[in-house]
């Protein structure tokens, strides 16, 4: 719920409106992930992970708006904007410069649940 908070509701907005269970519940898909790189302070370096992925359905009568979500923590979201997920899914196979890179395990998942 913290992360969520952060991410995308730290205007309040998302408080109250999914539970803890509604989270668990939500999980789409888990995809590894492998990142490698370089950095003047710590040198090389390669950063594997799990990425688990979360699909939650809006839960209100009214539509879906880009100012129903503040990011708290700006170092972590530098923007976001409201698509549909095939849009979406061709916007990741593109590698659109304005999407964070994502693996093609990532982007099939991913399509999958798009349909």
């Known amino acids: 719920m913290r992360e969520m908070d952060e991410e995308l509701g730290g205007n309040g907005n ?3 409106r999914y539970s803890l269970e509604d989270l668990k519940n939500s999980r789409i898909f888990t995809v590894t992930s492998a990142i490698e790189g370089e950095t003047e302070k710590h040198g090389k370096y390669i950063c ?3 990425q688990d992925v979360f699909m939650l359905k809006w839960k209100e009568d009214s539509p879906m708006e880009s100012h129903d979500f503040a990011p708290m923590v700006k170092e972590e979201v530098s923007g976001y904007e409201i698509i549909d997920g ?3 899914i061709f916007k990741l196979r593109q590698r659109d410069e304005e999407l964070v890179p994502r693996s093609e395990q990532y ?3 991913l399509a999958k649940v798009f349909g």
């Open 48 to 50: 594997r992970e799990y």
């Open 86 to 88: 095939k849009e979406l």
């Open 107 to 109: 982007i099939d998942a």
């Open 14 to 16: 998302m408080k109250g």
